[in-house]
């Protein structure tokens, strides 16, 4: 039997567009966005916009303030997140940029994100050289003050976020190349915006070298990708080895982003065209 459910308005489709056009504009820097403010940003009738919004607080997706009246992410956000990454995950999307960038350099490639004052390894391929480890690499933390892989990160953030995150705690010392004065820390963490990378030899494992560059959404630094063997085998190679991991670290920042709102992206291209 045919559906006879009637057809009116737009099309499901663009509705459906509309609606995660909406919910993609709630993020860091507008984490709570009015009806009128919803309207203006998307060219929608206020009508429209408040049923959207709506619609969305119904399904919590949304949570809305009774006094302000202006909305947030709802628990509904939290749900799907978790079983992304139940799912595999941010891994999941990493694993065939990681496992492409260690067939074509040999060595052993990770990607970390932050987790307080650590680098969490998510996902990780071995290269010709074989793992790095006698047990997998997901699961491991490195410390923010020591090694490549904790410095290409942390070396993104603004000055003052880092030292309140780093700086009045102790911090071990793993080795004789461990530092752990914070204005030594500090000039090796300038090296990263300068350069682009982070190099570090047995400052976490003495038996191990990690050539580490920022992952970034955006201008937002989420992780870091890593290459890591021995000394011995990572020093020779470590300037050609710059190109092939930032050129990795950029692709992998490409699958990790997000589709903007469209209505965002017409207003900064335009506002580009102003600027010019």
Known sequence: MADQTPVTGAPPLQTADRVLNV???FDRE???WGVTEIAEEFGLDKSVAQ???AALAYRGFLVSDKRSRRYRLGPAVWHLSWVWERGGGMASLARPTLEALAEAV???VLFAVPDGVHMRCVAAADGATGPLRYYVLAGELYPAHAGATSRAYFGMLPPG?????LYGR???RFGEHTLTDP????ERFSEVRREGYAYSEGEYDPDTAALAAPVLVGRRPVGTLTLAATPE???PRREQLVAPLLQGAADLGRALTPARPRRRERRERRERRERR
């Open 51 to 53: 049923r959207l919004l």
């Open 170 to 172: 102790p911090m071990a």
């Open 106 to 108: 040999g060595v052993n």
């Open 30 to 32: 507008r984490p709570e």
């Open 183 to 186: 204005a030594r820390l500090e």
């Open 161 to 165: 976020d880092r030292a309140v995150l």
């Open 233 to 235: 085998v990572l020093r």
């Open 23 to 25: 919910l993609l504009s």
